[in-house]
């Protein structure tokens, strides 16, 4: 059974950082695409940032050079460690995975990925 578990989240003031954290468990982890996604009240789930097995690292333009998506293949982890954070990072954030193969070009849809977390909350308030 694959499961995902995030970790990290929590309350900050606007300009500091958090850095969330996902084990995954029950999956070949060297061989799949590992991928963050948030969700505030009312909207869709929002691509973040996605690493792929092979090292590239693609994010959403709006976090793009304040957020940082890496991976420990050893320990089965991926993080995303964030600065400079925003009222508008505010979000439940869930780190997803997918399989190796899936393209670029799919990699900010949510449909490639087979596995979710149960999320955590990110609270960015002065």
């Known amino acids: 059974q694959v499961q995902l578990a995030e970790s990290g989240g929590g309350l900050v003031q606007p300009g500091g950082s958090l850095r969330l954290s996902c084990t995954v468990s029950g999956r070949t982890f060297g061989s799949t695409t590992m991928g963050w996604f948030r969700r505030t009240a009312g909207k869709e789930r929002e691509f973040v940032a996605a690493?792929?097995?092979?090292?590239?690292?693609y994010y959403a333009s709006s976090v793009k050079g304040r957020f940082v998506i890496s991976r420990d293949n050893a320990k089965n982890m991926v993080h995303l460690q964030m600065n400079s954070l925003k009222p508008e990072d505010t979000a439940v954030y869930y780190c997803a995975a997918a399989p190796g193969s899936t393209i670029v070009s799919e990699l900010t849809w949510a449909r490639p990925y087979d596995s979710w977390g149960q999320g955590t909350q990110v609270t960015v308030s002065s």
């Open positions: 690493a792929r097995r092979n090292g590239g690292t």
